[in-house]
């Protein structure tokens, strides 16, 4: 089979290699579409402590199930990563991978292949971010960094829980302006001073996380789920105003958990996705390419270009 294989860090090249076997309690997909996401690119820099080389990246995926348990047999899956698949095994940037069965999920009938290759990472994160939050109904959240992939899946989950939803961003389709808002002003404005119960930032901006601070209320929390990726990872905050008005900041690291655990995750997703409460990215949104063309996505991605990359293995 072709795949994009990582030799040692920051060497990447297409190499054709053995398909892989499935063992014991495992299952072989013929990978149909898989993304590019910032962790992958990462990855392959030696950004990750515990990732192993030789090795093929890609965390999220979107095929059918070819070899295996017999009862899995022709199922359309999707999939992604926890802290192993990708990084200390092949992961999905290739034609065929090695899953187990507890780690794939049914996918939701109504999206692509291709779309369903790029809900992994940005959705489970963002449901992830919100359950260590413990979001409820009717509480108003701000979503930072809301048209990104995290960000956006942020914005629809919160709302699939009956919350009411600000959102920021470096532009004009969003509630607030960053670069017009970088203090957040607006939401005290249009919260009548009393601040958010929730801030969900997927920035790492040490800049808006002091200002997201500022706009916290009583009891409110701060998600956050970025760093940034050069330079001072520092920021200093009230400790005094922390306390007495007992609010919490909560970090999230989707590498924590196992990929069952991902797989569980994606399952209770897909209902949402089916009733149409959650929309994946539209397929003339994204950025489709061949496995010839991967080391250009990777570049791309690591140079922080616009629009989602997706891999077509076969393409």
């Known amino acids: ?69 017999e009862h899995l047999l022709g199922l359309e899956v999707f999939g992604t990563s926890g802290r192993f698949f990708g990084f200390t095994t092949d992961g999905a940037h290739a034609q065929y991978c ?96 009393e601040g958010v119960d929730l801030v969900v930032d997927t920035t790492g901006d040490t800049s808006l996380l002091k200002a997201a601070l500022r706009v916290l209320g009583q009891g409110g929390r701060l998600a956050i789920v970025s760093a940034p990726r050069t330079g001072d990872t520092d920021f200093t905050f009230d400790l005094k105003s922390l306390y007495r008005k007992e609010q919490s900041i909560i970090g999230s690291n989707s590498l924590s958990y196992l990929s069952s655990d991902m797989a569980a995750e994606m399952r209770r997703l897909v209902p949402l996705f089916e009733s149409g409460q959650l929309k994946a990215p539209a397929e003339e949104s994204l950025r489709i390419v061949g496995l010839d063309d991967a080391l250009t996505a990777y570049e791309a991605v690591k140079n922080k270009a616009r629009g989602k990359f997706v891999i077509k293995p076969f393409m």
């Open 98 to 193: 090695v899953v187990a069965e507890e780690d794939v999920a049914r996918k939701p009938s109504i999206v692509s292949f291709i779309q369903a290759a790029t809900i992994g990472v940005p959705f489970i994160t963002a449901s992830l971010m919100l359950r260590r939050a413990h979001v409820q109904a009717n509480e108003v959240v701000l979503v930072i960094g809301a048209t990104g992939n995290v960000g956006s899946a942020a914005v629809q989950l919160a709302m699939t829980k009956g919350c009411t939803v600000l959102t920021a961003s470096r532009g004009d389709t969003t509630d607030i302006n960053l670069i017009s808002d970088p203090g957040l002003r607006k939401v005290m404005e249009t919260s009548a001073g």
């Open 1 to 69: 089979m072709r795949a994009l294989q990582c030799r040692k860090a920051n060497v990447l090249a297409i190499n054709t290699i053995p398909k892989p076997l499935p063992g014991p309690g495992q299952v072989l997909i013929k990978v149909l579409a898989t993304s590019v996401n910032p962790s992958d690119v990462l990855n392959c820099v030696g950004g990750f402590n515990h990732t192993t080389f030789p090795r093929i990246p890609g965390r999220d995926y979107a095929g059918i199930v070819v070899a295996g348990s």
